[in-house]
């Protein structure tokens, strides 16, 4: 196979394409095992919730991901013209897991050929509006109510999307609305109502937190290494938020109730001994932190969870950072009503384990292309082998079991 530093601009567009087609057929293929996998539920078997999380933590995809994955896996066995598109690479999967929320036997045609030349984003929005609801699951305006908050993609702001019944939508309009009226317009800035009410939001925001008489709740806290702080080190990080700047970080410690917790370079911390099983809120900061989340594979949920003593307390384990990870309900359900055990290594990474001891690795296998570009046919791809496990890590799981209590 010639490499792409040696080829023409015809070669080069031809290569994207070709391997483009390739992919194509190869997701359509894996969204087939997927619906199977799924219509067997194995994934109960992993100690997962659901499919979705199955994917995620077995490929390293987001949980959104896996769940558009796993819906577009059962809806294109019902839309033979997008799965055929997919297929041959002439619809992008994006376009094509959009598609199937909403597109049905008889407006797959019309949809495919608008969809081929939209924009994704156009898409996206018209599969928001579109989207079809289980009919098993009859949802009115006060059902669908929600309210999504994420950093973007560079972390330098907040993206906001939500939905509300109609009278909630218009009392928050109003009262973002009024405060928006008293927000002055900075020197050499246009009006814009959208800014104002952005600025509103924060404002109202600002308020709550200033009076909320749960201090521990309603402070807002960023990490930082102490070098950070001397201005020579890495960026701050707002908890369950964004990296931010050092001067954002100086702005926000003027006016929000503000909690800043300082890392060594190691990020560790010491605990409390073992004179309490309860975690204190500093070290609870400082062990969501570390984890982020429920720290089974593919869950990482920011929701419901809690302290999991991997050395029991009641049998000598400590409440330190070294003996704590975070996990869910379900998942800390998993391990004290299943058997599951959880590890965590020299550098605190968790290991998990299946109640019979095996290590529990959700990495793909790997598989080996011995064309230079895998001939296609209409299943899947020839002449692909499965090798064996990709190594999920270097250590020794009886000697990390036993190091964790677990004889």
Known sequence: MRQPHSCS???????????????????????????????RELWKKDGCRNMAQWLAGRLGISLAEGMRRARAAHA???????????????????????????????????LLRWARRA??????????????????EPRDAHARRYLSIYPDADELTFVLQG??????????????????????????????????????????????????????????????ELGAVVGDGPNPEIEKGPVIHPDIGRRISCDCRLQLILHGADRTATG???????????????????????????????????????????????????????????????????????ALDEKQVAHWFRPNGDPFAPTPRQ????????????????DASVGSPLPSSTVDPPALLGAAGFG
């Open 9 to 39: 601009d015809a070669e080069l567009y031809d290569g994207i394409d070709r391997s483009h087609a390739i992919v194509s057929t190869v997701q359509r293929g894996q969204l087939r095992f997927i619906r199977e996998f799924d219509k």
């Open 367 to 382: 598989v080996s292309l011995d064309d230079e570009w895998a001939t296609i046919n209409e299943e899947w791809i020839a």
């Open 163 to 224: 939905e509300l019944p109609a009278e909630q939508g218009a009392m928050v309009t109003k009262a973002l609305d009024r405060l928006a009226a008293n927000v002055p317009t900075l020197p050499g800035e246009p009006y814009d109502l959208d800014r104002k009410r952005a600025d509103a939001l924060a404002m109202m925001a600002s308020g709550q937190i200033a009076a909320d008489p749960d201090a521990d709740r309603a402070t807002v806290v960023m990490h930082a």
């Open 76 to 110: 294109l066995e019902d839309l033979p013209l997008i799965s055929s598109a997919l297929e041959s690479g002439t619809l992008s999967l994006d376009k094509a897991q959009l598609l199937a929320t909403f597109a049905t036997p008889t407006t797959e045609k019309d």
């Open 119 to 136: 924009n994704l984003s156009a898409v996206w929005k018209r599969a928001a509006r579109m989207a079809r609801r289980p009919d098993t």
């Open 272 to 342: 409390i001994g073992e004179t309490s099983r309860i975690i204190p809120a500093w070290l609870w900061r400082a062990l969501l932190d570390r984890d982020e989340g429920c720290v089974f594979p593919g869950c990482g949920t920011n929701r419901f969870i809690e302290g999991h003593h991997i050395w029991h307390w009641e049998d000598g384990g400590l409440t330190e950072l070294v003996n704590l990870v975070v996990l869910c309900r379900f998942h800390h359900d998993l391990v004290h009503k299943l058997g599951w055990k959880v």
